[in-house]
């Protein structure tokens, strides 16, 4: 079975779907892997390194595509790049299916199966898996360096013989694997952190690592799936913001991470309340692709509002790209090794996880989100 590895060609992507150590490993499997020339090269991995490992690199992109068995990739395929796989290959990648109705025409018309790395269910036995949790682990912690990077002042309290500096305020929405990572981050780098969540359970984490925890009584109208909120009403978030408001004008740095799958970000940050905030302030909006919680956050802008810094990095992860690529490597060498041997896919259609990340099949659409 041949495993192709394109180039990524998303907008500021420096990440890779196999790393080197990864390749060599699928190659002792017995399969096949041909590397795109230069696929790695924004992660710090050579062609050479592959070649090391026992991968073949091709400098023609369409040939990567055409001879494939399987690509594995951290982006879906554009649609022109789908056109090109033969009939009955197999993707893995991100694809983000429900908000991407033509990604998944492409997939019915070139007649591939295809899995979705954001569709693995969080169940216990498919953690190692779980690309969302170890690419949002990586974005947590670089959000808030990226946030000290850019205000005008230190985060711990620090006594000199001039005086002493007071420790900077963070307020964090969202206590998922991002917000924790965030809540860990600006704790070890001496700052007060408050957080926002409107589960009442992640209270225990948030104390944990140190966090105050700005609680917000919950109503009926939380809806939940697979981990995250899915849905939440108009009534409950206005009673969040009220909140949370004060909290905010009184914070040095802001940093959002809430989602909802398959859905547009809900808005936490209002305009009055990025007018509340202390001149200097920054504001980084982890949920920019999706939308954003922040009113007025720009996709891969940082911009000035009233004195408030807005952070709009679309794909923190890829700043981190060594880490982030290894990790999903591992994710996504653990996924193709559950569904496939060298000898081809197991095709179980109704185990929990082929079930819960294969899109397509054969051309045909079959998650519920899609079909």
């Known amino acids: 079975m041949i495993i192709a590895v394109p180039k990524e060609t998303k907008f500021k992507e420096n990440r890779v779907a196999v790393v080197p150590a990864v390749a060599k490993d699928l190659v002792a499997?017995?399969?096949?892997?041909?590397?795109?020339?230069?696929?790695?090269?924004?992660?710090?991995f050579s062609d050479e390194d592959y070649i090391n490992a026992g991968a073949a690199v091709i400098?023609?992109?369409?040939?990567?595509?055409?001879?494939?068995?399987v690509v594995l990739k951290v982006n879906a395929p554009t649609p022109d790049e789908i056109a090109l796989m033969k009939k009955g290959a197999v993707l893995l990648s991100f694809m983000w299916a429900a908000t991407n109705p033509e990604l998944v025409?492409?997939?019915?018309?070139?007649?591939?199966?295809?899995?979705?790395?954001?569709?693995?269910?969080?169940?216990?036995r498919a953690q190692k898996?779980?690309?969302?949790?170890?690419?949002?682990?990586l974005a947590g912690y670089k959000a808030v360096l990226m946030c000290a990077n850019q205000i005008g002042k230190i985060l711990?309290?620090?006594?000199?013989?001039?005086?002493?500096?007071?420790?900077?305020?963070?307020?964090?929405f969202g206590a998922g694997v991002a917000g924790l990572q965030a809540i860990a981050t600006a704790k070890r780098l001496g700052a007060i952190v408050e957080v926002s969540d409107i589960r009442p359970e992640t209270k225990e984490q948030v104390m944990s690592l140190g966090g105050k925890f700005i609680e917000v009584k919950g109503d009926d109208t939380i809806k939940m799936e697979g981990g995250y909120v899915k849905g939440v009403s108009?009534?409950?978030?206005?009673?969040?913001?009220e909140?949370?408001?004060?909290?905010v004008a009184e914070a040095d740095i802001v940093i959002t991470t809430a989602l909802i799958p398959g859905r547009k970000a809900p808005v936490l940050v209002t305009e009055e309340m990025v007018k509340s905030m202390k001149f200097g302030s920054v504001i980084l909006d982890m949920a920019v692709e999706q939308g954003g919680n922040v009113v007025g956050s720009k996709l891969h802008e940082t911009i000035v509002?009233?004195?408030?810094?807005?952070?709009?990095?679309?794909?923190?992860?890829?700043?981190?790209?060594?880490?982030?690529?290894?990790?999903?490597?591992?994710?996504?060498?653990?996924?193709?090794?559950?569904?496939?041997s060298k000898d081809g896919f197991k095709w179980e259609m109704e185990e929990e996880i082929t079930k819960g990340s294969l899109i397509v099949h054969n051309g045909q659409k079959v998650h519920p989100s899609v079909a």
């Open 305 to 340: 509002v009233n004195g408030v810094t807005i952070i709009g990095e679309g794909n923190i992860p890829s700043l981190l790209p060594m880490n982030a690529s290894d990790l999903y490597a591992k994710n996504i060498q653990t996924l193709l090794y559950h569904l496939a």
């Open 29 to 44: 499997k017995g399969f096949t892997v041909q590397i795109e020339a230069g696929a790695g090269l924004n992660s710090f």
């Open 234 to 241: 108009e009534e409950f978030l206005k009673k969040q913001q």
């Open 129 to 137: 898996m779980d690309a969302l949790s170890s690419q949002a682990n």
């Open 59 to 69: 400098a023609d992109k369409n040939a990567v595509y055409a001879q494939a068995d």
């Open 105 to 124: 025409s492409a997939c019915e018309k070139a007649g591939i199966s295809a899995f979705s790395m954001d569709a693995v269910p969080r169940i216990s």
């Open 243 to 247: 909140l949370v408001g004060k909290h």
């Open 156 to 172: 711990p309290m620090m006594t000199t013989a001039a005086g002493t500096i007071k420790p900077s305020k963070v307020v964090i």
